[in-house]
């Protein structure tokens, strides 16, 4: 997936994608919970970075920004 296909899927789709990445991105032995005020910030991150970068992989863009 693009971060044009990201973008512009449903609000369903997005949502379930972040939700995904924020656990993927999560280390191995961090509590199975989603801190609602980083999965924000991450999320407009994301989007600003794909809006800018439209024909990257969406998994690119995200290893940039969240992959330590």
């Known amino acids: ?6 973008v512009t899927s449903d609000k369903t789709t997005i949502m379930v994608i972040l939700t995904w990445l924020d656990a993927y991105y999560k280390d191995g032995d ?3 919970v989603i801190d609602t005020d980083t999965f924000t910030k991450n ?3 994301l989007g600003e970075y ?3 970068n439209p024909d990257i992989g969406l998994i690119t863009a995200a290893d940039h ?3 330590d």
């Open 65 to 67: 920004l969240f992959d």
């Open 30 to 32: 961090a509590p199975p």
């Open 50 to 52: 794909c809006a800018a």
């Open 43 to 45: 999320a407009e991150r």
């Open 1 to 6: 997936m693009t971060c044009r296909q990201f």
